[in-house]
């Protein structure tokens, strides 16, 4: 079950983390993986560690927001299978929460690009081989902040998110009879979002008493990765420890 032997694997933004998590949940089903990050080293990290516990990956360094850098990448991979969005929050560039009615509209950019352009580049690099073939995954990694007002500065962020999730309903409709299934990942609180006294007193809300980690996501995206999850499309699944039940 969650067989994943034969399938190369796209996870961008991978190289620490929750795509870090979701690369080497994806591996340990025997996917070959392409760990994306546009900072080779760190790439390279999460590579490491994967080939040293028996799984496969490579390094892919590349910006998501490059459409041209995308492209290039995907031809000298050739054929994935599976695409992972996790590259977020304001991609190379630092986020840094503010109301949004004293923001630069010039700090509106940074997260759209990552959030929802970088989405469209992958997506649309990645559709043409999975529909020939018959088969694909795209998983989207979206946020909570998408869902439901957050008053965290973040508003551009939970804009291109919410994008994303709509985005990716569209994706799976029109994809929905070759094979290839689209999904998006709605995360609640995780470990390495977490800072600061606001932050920590969000955290002591979560029903299920603690903060998600990269495993919680890894294994959500091998469910969806999987042949078993075939009937599964146009979704975006809430993993946020019970923060938001729909």
């Known amino acids: 079950m969650f067989d994943l032997a034969g399938k190369t694997a796209l996870v961008t933004g991978a190289g620490q983390s929750v795509g870090a998590g979701i690369a080497q949940a994806l591996a340990v089903q025997g996917a070959s993986v392409l760990v994306n990050d546009v900072i080779e080293e760190r790439a390279q990290s999460i590579v490491d560690e994967i080939n040293a516990d028996s799984g496969t990956a490579m390094p892919l360094v590349f910006d998501v927001t490059d459409r041209a850098a995308v492209i290039d990448a995907f031809q000298i991979s050739g054929h994935i299978d599976i695409v992972v969005n996790n590259a977020g929050n304001a991609g190379t560039e630092n986020m840094n929460p503010t109301p949004f009615s004293d923001m630069d509209p010039n700090d509106w950019e940074a997260p759209i690009r990552v959030n929802l352009y970088g989405v469209l580049h992958t997506t649309h690099a990645a559709l043409p081989n999975m529909i020939e073939s018959g088969w694909g995954r795209i998983i989207t990694i979206s946020s909570g902040a998408a869902n439901s007002g957050v008053n965290i500065g973040v508003a551009p962020y939970a804009s291109a998110k919410a994008a994303g999730q709509a985005f990716t309903r569209t994706i799976a409709a029109e994809n929905a009879r070759t094979g290839v299934t689209c999904n998006a990942i709605a ?60």
Do not use: K
Not at 189 to 207: C, F, K, Q, V, Y
Not at 208 to 228: I, K, N, Q
């Open 187 to 246: 995360l609640g609180l995780m470990e390495n979002t977490a800072g600061g006294d606001h932050t920590a007193s969000m955290a002591r809300t979560i029903p299920v008493g603690r903060l998600g980690t990269p495993h919680d996501v890894g294994t959500m995206c091998v469910y969806l990765a999987s042949e078993e999850a075939s009937w599964v499309t146009g979704q975006t699944f809430h993993v946020n420890g019970g923060t938001l039940m729909t």
